[in-house]
């Protein structure tokens, strides 16, 4: 059973930085892609930044390039987010989320939405003064 568990929101002021993590478990091989993605209130969930477990491959989406940085611990089953110079329209709830063998890779098409199958709960995120 593949589980996902965020951590690492929190209110920050703008300009501000976090990290997120994502501990995952649950997977037999070692060929999934992990995707950050999230959702401000009142809009669709969008992607932000994937990585692949096993060859690191990795895409952002613009608005969050230069910025955030997404990297992967395989000793501890982990991928983090971090999120630098942090601006109020980054306040959303932000979620990992993993896929096995996906059609779309995102070293080719980012982080794409449907492509994931498996979840996490997610972990707000706010920037405000």
């Known amino acids: 059973q593949v589980q996902l568990v965020e951590s690492g929101g929190g209110l920050v002021q703008p300009g501000g930085s976090l990290r997120l993590s994502c501990v995952i478990s649950g997977f037999t091989s070692d060929d999934y892609e992990i995707g950050w993605f999230r959702q401000a209130p009142g809009k669709e969930r969008e992607g932000v930044s994937c990585i692949h477990s096993s060859d690191g491959t990795l895409n952002y989406e613009e608005p969050v390039k230069g910025r955030f940085t997404i990297s992967r611990d395989k000793a501890n089953n982990a991928v983090y987010l971090q999120m630098n110079s942090l601006k109020p329209e980054d306040t959303a709830v932000y979620y990992c989320?993993?896929?096995?063998?996906?059609?779309?890779?995102?070293?080719?098409?980012?982080?794409?939405?449907?492509?994931?199958?498996?979840w996490g709960q997610g972990t707000q995120v706010t920037v405000s003064s």
């Open positions: 989320a993993a896929v096995e063998d996906p059609h779309y890779y995102c070293s080719a098409y980012g982080p794409v939405v449907n492509e994931y199958d498996y």
